[in-house]
T-cell receptor, first 115, second 113 residues
Framework: GAVVSQHPSRVICKSGTSVKIECRSL??????MFWYRQFPKQSLMLMAT?????????EQGVEKDKFLINHASLTLSTLTVTSAHPEDSSFYIC???????????FGPGTRLTVL | GQQLNQSPQSMFIQEGEDVSMNCTSS?????WLWYKQDPGEGPVLLIA?????ELTSNGRLTAQFGITRKDSFLNISASIPSDVGIYFC?????????????FGKGTRLHILP
């Protein structure tokens, strides 16, 4: 199946700093990628849809100025958590659709801890 | 909005037992996906279902796309310790010309020693 990577896998930062998370499709191109957030023992919550060459689409309740998304190329989307606070601590996962568009492949996730 | 009801929330079984979990919804889906997530990792796709009534196997795993397109089940036969984890169902549907994926809340599988 298609491979999606994320970097970093784990990040610890101080409150008030910004953190960038990268999501790459390794062996295929993705005009669309998705960013999810997952709290402990809960399901995945879709935050936003990243669109190559255009603005991201955010889900209701997700602050676009807080969670900046850039889909710079057909294989790379980045999520920047700006002015991070402890409540932003979570597991962030990206996904990309397979070639046919009807399957989602997930990255390994990024564990963000804000002190 | 669209919701998926996944059950059971958790299961405690003996090694070697068969497992069954399902997802239901009031919405009609185009695709059903089943994922397994291990702690600290991203979900891994187990089975993808694209047609109503489709029954697909992947080793000891079998999943079916319900005829009404509103439900799906996943069965695991002869469970082994590495089956422990969280299983998510996901349904894909089209909302305003965008493909949207909705996730169930997960089924936690525990295997008793």
């Amino acid at each position: 199946g298609a491979v999606v990577s994320q970097h970093p896998s784990r990040v610890i930062c101080k409150s008030g700093t910004s953190v960038k998370i990268e999501c790459r499709s390794l062996d295929f191109q993705a005009t669309t990628m998705f960013w999810y957030r997952q709290f402990p023992k809960q399901s995945l919550m879709l935050m936003a849809t990243s669109n190559e060459g255009s603005k991201a689409t955010y889900e209701q309740g997700v602050e676009k100025d807080k969670f900046l998304i850039n889909h710079a190329s057909l294989t790379l989307s980045t999520l920047t958590v700006t002015s991070a606070h402890p409540e932003d601590s979570s597991f962030y996962i990206c996904s990309a659709p397979g070639l046919a568009g009807n399957t989602q492949y997930f990255g390994p996730g990024t564990r963000l801890t804000v002190l | 909005g669209q919701q998926l009801n996944q059950s059971p929330q958790s299961m405690f079984i003996q090694e070697g037992e068969d497992v069954s979990m399902n997802c239901t919804s009031s919405s009609i889906f185009n695709t059903w996906l089943w994922y397994k997530q291990d702690p600290g990792e991203g979900p891994v796709l187990l089975i993808a279902l694209y047609k109503a009534g489709e029954l697909t196997s992947n080793g000891r795993l079998t999943a079916q796309f319900g005829i009404t397109r509103k439900d799906s089940f996943l069965n695991i036969s002869a469970s082994i310790p590495s089956d422990v984890g969280i299983y998510f169902c996901a349904g894909q549907l089209r909302v305003n010309r965008d493909d949207k994926i909705i996730f169930g809340k997960g089924t936690r599988l525990h295997i008793l020693p």
